[in-house]
């Protein structure tokens, strides 16, 4: 169990994200005479003859390990929103009872001496009328200063009452802070707050308005909930989860009524979720604006309320970046440099090839891609962020268009023949998808010489070339050691050929044993302390550790989450640890060291489970299922492809 999924009872599930949206097709052309401009990222970075500012790496890294910020705003907006709501309806409360006579006046000269084929025809018209006065006389000058005024008061008394006390936020952070070393004692609390939430006052900052939210959106009583609470929950789950709401709320009041304790707060993982389901919803009643809908780079974001083309809110990437900088690391600058180098060199081979989609072309895809999902929990967020792990949506609908483009390129190549016969391709991908789609496995061992200090959450001091270092001398010691151990073999059967003694040196032990003492003093993965057992509970389940990279049979996919491996930097990187151990690696053979997302690793199969279940490539959805897994391994090959011949300064890997 990983402690940043439970960290204090709260996440930031939903808030970390790399959005990069189109920054790559806004990069700005370099004319070989010019002067470059010098970049706060070292020697500046130009793929192809184009500049990337720094600002589109500001933006990357803004959207990217450090969109919590940008979601901290966005939060802040919907709360303004809903305490303005409130203070709007005041101010016009406090002119009713002289506005409503007005337009009751108006609404009956409307009818006056008039003749309706029903009453109801009537009422219709009479409630037209007294609609369009009332609007009329409460915008009249006379009414306009006593709203406002009525409409202020009311905004500084609910953020006076709604605001968290001082007192409230301390009482609530020793809460978390205390539940957490209780339950994980021997865990870093530093580290694992630096892991969730970057860095101690992002968490305090974030715990601070996650409480401001709950006051606003989520009062203890659902009878109090406001209106746009009770609406979104409906919208998205039914009138059965706000009853749950109040039944709860009856068992837990009866309870502390009962032992004179006090309320007991919702359970965590509830309220997330109801927060989630709130947020998301008065969400897609904002207009938001990233850089994937063409901002220019000096933008993050904007958010237009009320949909008239001017944004209530506005997040420059200047006073973004300086929200964040503090916190952003080498390596996360190296991986948003790489972003940009594989998005920009495989848009160019893409428009070279003439299949590049153009932006009409690119949103169809798009849209045809979320109709999928119509009437389903499932979203793009979760596709891009979830599902294949690429750091945002934006990025992932980047990524999607550019793959989008590719995959109309190969169809004709694809296509079945004369008779309906699978293109060669397919077929000579067919081994490969069978092992995959049948469900073959394999057990394999992996050891992690890590870049990155994983149970302190930092990256070690020059630890990329560190690590490559010391794998390639892990890697010399046991070619060393087999090498001894085949000489000694070779020698022993010379002499008992030659009807001689031989004593076997006994420091030479088995390969499997060699190796397996290696992993113990060296294997850097590193696995959570499940909790402390509380009230008599055994503590959680260790299913699903690494186990110091000793993984067990893992299907391909299983086996990339162990690894620490993911859909996006495979696209990213054109490497995969995954699969040199699945498809490639010699059964009882140490290989390696490969670079991968934490440092460099050695791969040692103990055996290949063959596939369970046949491929029946007849079955039209298991062939289509064979060609989207080849368009997606292709795909990789063509970016790793257009990276390598790309024109590429300002960009060196550090541990080159």
Known sequence: MDPRHI???????????FGLGAEAAGSQPVEKSAVVASSEFGEPLIVNGKRVSDNEIKRALINGPCRMAVEMHRINLIIDDEIGRRARIAGDESVEMQ???????????AIEGQTYETPEARQKVYE????????????????????SEAAAAERRRLEEVLKPTEA???????????????????????????????????????????????????PEDPADWPESTVESVRADSGQPLIDDAFNSYKMRREFADKTGEPLKKEDSIYSQMMLQIVRDALYNTIDFKTSFDGLPDDLVLTADKNHDGKPEMVLTTADMWNEVKDTVTKNEIELAKRWF???????????ADGALLDGAACNQALADLQKQFAGTYITLQIIATQNYFF???????????????????????????????????LKDYLDRATRLMGLGQVDAECMLISAFDIPKFTWKPNGWTWAKNKAEEIKARIDAHTAQ???QREEAAKAKAEGREFKADPSLTEPIVFWSELMNDHSEYWDPPTPEAQGGKAPGSDIGMKKRGRFGPRYRNDLQGYVGETAYTHWLTGESVTDRAFFDAKEGVVEGPFKGPMGYYLVRVSRRLPPTYPLNVSDPKKAELVYNDYLRVAFIEYTKEAVAKADVKGFTPTDS
């Open 7 to 17: 960290l204090f009872g709260l996440t930031a599930s939903g808030f970390l994200a």
């Open 341 to 351: 180098i594989a998005s920009i060199a495989t848009a160019d081979r893409l428009r």
């Open 168 to 218: 409230e936020f301390q009482t609530e952070l020793k809460s978390k802070l205390d539940d957490f070393r209780k339950r994980y004692p021997v865990l870093d609390l530093e580290a694992e707050i630096n892991r969730a939430f970057r860095s101690l006052e992002w968490y305090k900052r974030n715990l601070r308005q996650t409480l401001y939210f709950d006051h606003v959106f989520f």
């Open 128 to 147: 037209d009328a007294y609609a369009k006065a009332y609007v009329e006389t409460l915008n009249k000058p006379e009414f306009s200063k006593a709203r």
């Open 99 to 109: 506005v409503s006579p007005i337009a009751m006046k108006a609404a009956l000269a």
């Open 485 to 487: 151990l085949a000489a």
């Open 391 to 425: 750091p945002s949506v934006e990025a992932y609908k980047e990524y999607y268009c550019l793959e989008a483009g590719f995959k109309k390129m190969m169809a004709p190549k694809l296509a079945p023949g004369e008779n309906g016969e699978m293109a060669q391709p």
